[in-house]
Each structure stands twice: as C-alpha cells, then as structure tokens.
C-alpha cells in the first residue's frame, strides 16, 4: 500500500469514525509504526476528503487511548506522533469496557479462571527472587489481625497483580490486571457484608499462602489448579451478594 493509497478519501457518514478506521488500518498494515508522524491536519483533511473538525475528533480520540501524542511547534519532536501503548493505557480501557459492557460475573470469573492459570503458571517458571520476597512481604500484611476487609482487598487485588507480572507475560498480565482491578470494588462491597470477616479472613489467608508455596516450588500445574479453586471458592461464597450489589 503506497502513500496516497492509505489516505484515500473516505465516505462522509460518521466521519471521523472513518479517519480512525483508516489510521487502525494503516498500524495494522504496518505502514505506521511507533514514531512516525501523522500528516499535518489540513494535509490529511484533503487526502481523506472530511473536515478539519473530523481529524481534530479523531486525533483527540487516538489521544486519549494513547495511541498518538500531539506536540504543537515546527521543532524535530512537534507533530502528531504514533506512541506504544502503555500498559497502564491497555489496561484502563479493558477496565472501563468490562465496567460498561455489565458482563454476567460468571463470564467475568471464568476469564478471570483462564487468565489467572495461565499467569500463575507462567510465574512457577519465571518469578524472580525478588517477586518472591514481593509476595511473602503481601502476604505478611495480610496475615495482620488488625487488617480490615477494606486493606485486605487491596492486599489480594496486589497479590494476584503480583502474580501476573511474575508471569513474563505483558498481555496476560494487562489482561489479568484489567479484569482482577475491574472486579476491585464490588468485591469489597461483598467482603463488606460477610457475616463472619475473620473465618473468611484465616481461609483466603491460607489458600493465598498455599498459592504462593506452590509458585515458589515452581509447581506450574498445582498452582494453576489452586488459583482455579481459589477463585471459584470466593465468588462462590461472594457471588449472591456481588450480583444483588451490581443490580
């Protein structure tokens, strides 16, 4: 695809929807790569055939998802710029879509099943240690009798994050710190409502502990199994409250 290919006018229906399907394309063609620069608005304006204002929206939209940054000046680092997406930026948009789409819990705990035996797997073989100590040290803070279930949460939510960037792998660990961090305050909500807060307390303690001994061995397929166990136990205690909480 040439130059004045990728650019060719687009139809005028939802315009600046359109600009951002023809720049997707052109990243996904590979024709724009980290670092280069977008045409000048009034240049790609007219290769496109839309408005300036459609480029403005689109430009602000790329913005915002971290796609693009845009420096004002005639200097080298001025223009509109293609960036590599951040981590934090996947993340937040995976957040705020799970968030949005009202997923049934269900479907959010067995992509959450998925994701997390494949990262604590991956973790067996490749945490550090210098993750290890990270762990211990987070299950330490929870092993304190005088944390509530507002400081526990936090705790876990670190724990399994933890866990995913132990695994050597950046999408399954964005993915599984997108989907544990959108699940953050309705769980709270539940553990809020738990009847008995210390029993509930001493058995995540120890299905974490026992968790964290099995990805210190290097176990892969027993920690896979446990975080599996793990997850389903608590949504299956949880699970009632977390759905009446959501509706």
């Known amino acids: ?120 797997a991956l973790a067996a073989h490749h945490a550090t240690d210098q993750q290890h100590d990270r762990l211990a040290g987070l299950l330490s803070a929870m092993d304190d009798p005088t944390v509530t279930p507002e400081m526990f949460n936090d705790l876990d939510t670190e724990f399994h994050v933890a866990i995913a960037e132990a695994s050597g792998n950046q999408l399954v660990c964005d993915l599984t710190v997108a989907i544990r961090n959108s699940l953050r305050a309705p769980l709270l909500t539940a553990l809020q409502q738990v009847a008995d807060w210390g029993a509930l307390a001493v058995t995540l303690r120890a299905e974490h502990r026992e968790l964290f001994n ?23 205690s949880l699970l009632q409250d977390m759905e009446e909480t959501r509706t």
């Open 1 to 120: 695809m040439s130059g004045s290919e990728m650019w060719q006018p687009v139809p005028r229906s939802r315009t600046y929807e359109l600009v951002l399907e023809r720049v997707e394309q052109a990243i996904a063609a590979g024709k724009l790569r980290v670092g280069d620069k977008l045409p000048a608005e009034r240049e790609l304006a007219n290769m496109l055939g839309v408005s300036r204002a459609s480029i403005r929206e689109a430009v602000r939209i790329l913005e915002a998802q971290g796609v693009i940054t845009s420096q004002v000046g005639n200097g080298p680092g001025s223009g509109t710029v293609i960036t590599a997406m951040s981590s934090d930026a996947l993340t937040r948009i995976l957040r705020l879509h799970v968030a949005l789409a009202r997923f049934p819990f269900t479907d959010l705990v067995e992509a959450r099943i998925t994701l997390e035996r494949s990262s604590v």
């Open 214 to 236: 099995a990805v210190r061995r290097g176990e892969s397929s027993r920690a896979a199994d446990l975080v599996e166990a793990h997850i389903r136990a608590s949504y299956q």
